[in-house]
T-cell receptor, first 112, second 111 residues
Framework: QKEVEQNSGPLSVPEGAIASLNCTYS??????FFWYRQYSGKSPELIMF????GDKEDGRFTAQLNKASQYVSLLIRDSQPSDSATYLC????????????FGQGTTLQVKP | DAGVIQSPRHEVTEMGQEVTLRCKPI?????LFWYRQTMMRGLELLIY????????DSGMPEDRFSAKMPNASFSTLKIQPSEPRDSAVYFC?????????FGPGTRLTVL
C-alpha cells in the first residue's frame, strides 16, 4: 500500500462548480497535511496546510481533515480554468521532520 | 525574496558523465530537501539537510548519487556516472514560515 494515495484523474468539472480532491494516508500518527498545486512544467506551489481535524478555509479553497478515517480533502469553490493543474497531497509522517511524503497527484481540468 | 534558486534549469548529458545540480535555499531557511520527479514514480524525496547536516539520505537511489551542503546558502546534488534512468526533474526545496517551498527544478536528460 502506498503511503499517500490519490486518484490520478483527470477530474473534470465545469467552470463555477466545486472541485473535490481526495487523499488517504497510511501512517495513523501523521501530524500535518499539505496541498500543493503544480502547473505543467512548473514546480509545486503550496496552497493549503492543515493540522487539526475539521475544515480550514482560505479564499476559494477548503481543506478538510479526518484523522480517524485517515483522509484529507481539498475543495475548490467556483472553479476557474486557471485552477486546471495537478494537485499533490503531502503528509508529514510521525517523525515530524519536514520529510513530506507526496501522493502521485490528481489532475484537475476545469472546462469553460 | 528571490525564492529557492536552482541551476542549471536544463541539463542534457551523455551516459557516464558526471552531473552536478546546484541549489540556493531561501535565506533563513535551515532545512533543505532534494526531490526527484518522474511520471512513473511521482515526487520522491532523495535527501534532506537540517542546519547543513544530512539527516536522512534513505531516498538516494544508489552510490552514484551524492549530496553536500557546505554552508547554509548552497547545496549540490551530484550523479556520477549518470545513466538514462536518472532522467527526471530534480527539485530543491527549503522549509520556513508556513511550509516547504520548491525551486523551479532542473530538468535532467541523460542520453
Amino acid at each position: 500500500q502506498k503511503e499517500v494515495e490519490q486518484n490520478s484523474g483527470p477530474l473534470s468539472v465545469p467552470e463555477g462548480a466545486i472541485a473535490s480532491l481526495n487523499c488517504t494516508y497510511s501512517d495513523r500518527g501523521s501530524q500535518s497535511f499539505f496541498w500543493y498545486r503544480q502547473y505543467s512544467g512548473k514546480s509545486p506551489e503550496l496552497i493549503m496546510f492543515i493540522y487539526s481535524n475539521g475544515d480550514k478555509e482560505d479564499g476559494r479553497f477548503t481543506a478538510q481533515l479526518n484523522k480517524a478515517s485517515q483522509y484529507v480533502s481539498l475543495l475548490i469553490r467556483d472553479s476557474q480554468p486557471s485552477d486546471s493543474a495537478t494537485y499533490l497531497c503531502a503528509v508529514n509522517p510521525t517523525s515530524n521532520t519536514g520529510k513530506l511524503i507526496f501522493g502521485q497527484g490528481t489532475t484537475l481540468q476545469v472546462k469553460p | 525574496d528571490a525564492g529557492v534558486i536552482q541551476s542549471p534549469r536544463h541539463e542534457v548529458t551523455e551516459m557516464g558523465q558526471e552531473v552536478t545540480l546546484r541549489c540556493k535555499p531561501i535565506s533563513g531557511h535551515n532545512s533543505l530537501f532534494w526531490y526527484r520527479q518522474t511520471m512513473m514514480r511521482g515526487l520522491e524525496l532523495l535527501i534532506y539537510f537540517n542546519n547543513n547536516v544530512p539527516i536522512d539520505d534513505s531516498g538516494m537511489p544508489e552510490d552514484r548519487f551524492s549530496a553536500k551542503m557546505p554552508n547554509a546558502s548552497f547545496s549540490t546534488l551530484k550523479i556520477q556516472p549518470s545513466e538514462p534512468r536518472d532522467s527526471a526533474v530534480y527539485f530543491c526545496a527549503s522549509i520556513g514560515g508556513r511550509g516547504k517551498y520548491f525551486g523551479p527544478g532542473t530538468r535532467l536528460t541523460v542520453l
